[in-house]
């Protein structure tokens, strides 16, 4: 709890600027001084007010100022992308006030105590590294302080040789502990992210794998719908897309129209220039009558030189007219194969209905009885049943 109301803390002062700190490691740096602040600013405003009260003027004006130095730097973060340097100013700040506590003792020098709280804050601050550094400075600098001309100007806190001992040994080993913590800190946070890495990675290369599976997969429906020599609908496909346009005819009764298209004497075609000849004329003439529909209407192979075409809204005399067009264009082309030119005719069977009375099988039945009526009075032709 204690630690998402810091987390929270810090997060809602970051979102304060877009300059705020970015990384991760700024965003732990700033969610400890958040920790040092709502500690810390308290405590040395009350330390302060005591220390007016107890007649101390000299430590207190240096103990508020420190605390609002500390304050202050919240503000100053939310315009700076990195806040290590108002860490490092505040750092300095509490640094000086910890080394004139250290030089003036307090009762029984007691007041020296308060510097086993820098190890713990420097390295919260700057990391293992930095923060073992600062812990130390703090030392080289009182003891420069403690035997300078400057101390004359206050008066010395006198320190038993055990205290001394004492101090030195139990300060050491809050240095050496902050710096593990922190160093541990450190060390499983960058694990824990490299392993997020790696589970990223994973993730990403699963969901490109089940990307492909699923664009092969997509592929094989394609694939299975779709007639491999004329890239038109097969027969299963194109029943499939007929008995859904079915179902809207039957909903709205527009006029719809059924075609079946037969290539003539294809037998003979295959018998004369071979069956690879034969592919070819079935791919020509699928791609007449494509030219001849609308891109909205239906078309399947249905056998294997037989087409079938479902007209959308037309009526019988326009489903006529665009078979007669197809049937023209087609036998009037001829159809290079090498080095032959082949060619063919189609006979075409229509049934039109505008009512939802017939089934679907009823109207390809005749149709197919008005294409065997084109065949069997001379091929080349349409025929529409009425």
């Not at 070819?280 to 209407?297: A, M, P």
Request: with cysteine.
């Amino acid at each position: 709890m204690i630690v998402d109301f810091f987390n929270n803390m810090a997060k809602k002062i970051a979102l304060f600027s877009d300059k705020a700190p970015i990384s991760k490691e700024a965003k732990t740096r700033l969610q400890h001084y958040v920790i040092f602040l709502v500690l810390g600013f308290p405590t040395m405003v009350l330390f302060g007010l005591y220390s007016f009260y107890k007649g101390n003027t000299t430590l207190a004006l240096i103990i508020l100022p420190s605390a609002l130095a500390l304050l202050a730097g919240i503000f100053i973060i939310r315009s700076l992308k990195d806040g290590t340097w108002v860490y490092r100013i505040n750092a300095i700040v509490y640094m000086s006030l910890l080394t004139y506590m250290i030089m003036i003792g307090g009762e029984d020098g007691s007041k020296a105590l308060w510097s086993f709280t820098w190890p713990l804050i420097s390295c919260f601050l700057f990391g293992y590294i930095e923060g073992s550094l600062w812990s130390i400075l703090l030392l080289v600098v009182t003891l420069i302080a403690y035997n300078s001309p400057i101390a004359q100007l206050v008066e010395r806190y006198n320190y038993s040789p055990d205290f001394q001992i004492r101090f030195l040994i139990i300060y050491g080993m809050c240095v050496v502990l902050s710096s593990w913590f922190e160093y541990s800190r450190a060390f499983y946070r960058q694990e824990s992210h490299q392993r997020n890495l790696r589970l990223d990675r994973e993730h990403i290369k699963l969901k490109k794998e089940i990307e492909a599976r699923q664009a092969l997969q997509e592929q094989l429906i394609t694939t299975a719908k779709i007639d491999s020599l004329t890239g038109i609908l097969n027969r299963g496909a194109f029943w499939e897309s007929a008995e859904l346009e079915w179902e809207k005819h039957q909903r709205f009764s527009d006029t719809l129209s059924f075609a079946i298209l037969d290539i003539d004497h294809f037998k003979r075609i295959n018998d004369t220039f071979g069956h690879p000849a034969g592919d070819e004329v079935i791919r020509q003439v699928v791609n007449s009558t494509l030219k001849g529909i609308r891109t909205f209407d239906i078309i399947g192979r249905i056998g294997g030189e037989e087409f079938a075409i479902i007209m959308l809204k037309t009526s019988s005399n326009d489903a006529k007219k665009i078979a007669k067009r197809i049937c023209k264009k087609i036998g009037t082309e001829s159809i290079k194969y090498q080095n032959e030119s082949i060619k063919c005719t189609v006979s075409c069977g229509i049934y039109s209905t505008a009512n939802n009375q017939h089934s679907l099988d009823s109207i390809y039945q005749k149709a197919d009885q008005a294409l065997y009526l084109a065949k069997r009075t001379g091929r080349n032709q349409v025929v529409a049943e009425h």
